[in-house]
């Protein structure tokens, strides 16, 4: 299994472009979310999904859109980037067994917005 | 309001030293409790975690962690700090049926002196 896998390691964007940071799993799992993390800030949520077709809104949703049309896949698109969304993403995928969300995280994806 | 709080925001230990970190929680169904570990440009790996049970947990790595539900607090500990065990150090907590939704604190960054 490659577990989490993000795209891409690293992106530079200029403020208003738009993009979306891919975020792929091969375990089955039911849950994923994407987290963005800030120094002294910890990990914040973004968004987050509960399964194929379901998704709600985190403690950051504001610039930033999902949607995840199958299990594998949960794609995060920032729609006019700003530099306040200069951060590094995480996506992490859990599985629902028992009601345990323990969460396994992708590499990361590091984005700076100029 | 749920939240994390460490409140550690940087410790430097000498090699061979014992280790505390500590984690304090305000949570309003009963938790699930996580310690994560993040290397350098790494990605998040999960220590060990608190679901139910025996209150003294271990996880990789020699640490263990110890649910005190009258303090709110889920401490990690290692008896003996390694030079690799340098690293950023977070504790999150959960619930159950709540799947993708993690609540982390600000993070404790190890130093580890030779």
């Known amino acids: 299994n490659a577990g989490v896998t993000q795209t891409p390691k690293f992106q530079v964007l200029k403020t208003g472009q738009s993009m979306t940071l891919q975020c792929a799993q091969d375990?089955?799992?039911?849950?994923m979310s994407w987290y963005r993390q800030d120094p002294g800030m910890g990990l914040r949520l973004i968004h987050y999904?509960?399964?194929?077709?379901?998704?709600d809104q985190g403690e950051v949703p504001n610039g930033y859109n999902v949607s995840r049309s199958t299990t594998e896949d949960f794609p995060l698109r920032l729609l006019s980037a700003a530099p306040s969304q200069t951060s590094v993403y995480f996506c992490?995928?859990?599985?629902?067994?028992?009601?345990?969300?323990?969460?396994?995280f992708g590499p990361g994806t590091r984005l700076t917005v100029l | 309001a749920q939240s994390v709080t460490q409140p550690d925001i940087h410790i430097t230990v000498s090699e061979g030293a014992s280790l505390e970190l500590r984690c304090n929680y305000s949570y309003g169904a009963t938790p699930y409790l996580f310690w994560y570990v993040q290397s350098p440009g790494q990605g998040l790996q999960l220590l060990l975690k608190y679901f139910s049970g025996d209150t003294l947990v271990q996880g990789i790595k020699g640490f263990e962690a110890e649910f005190k539900r009258s303090q709110s607090s889920f401490n990690l500990r290692k008896p003996s700090v390694h030079w690799s065990d340098a690293a950023e150090y977070f504790c999150a907590v959960g619930a159950a049926n709540q799947g993708g939704k993690l609540i982390f604190g600000q993070g404790t960054e190890l130093s580890v002196k030779p």
């Open positions: 375990m089955n799992h039911e849950y």
């Open positions: 999904s509960v399964g194929a077709g379901i998704t």
């Open positions: 992490a995928s859990s599985p629902p067994t028992g009601g345990y969300n323990e969460q396994f």
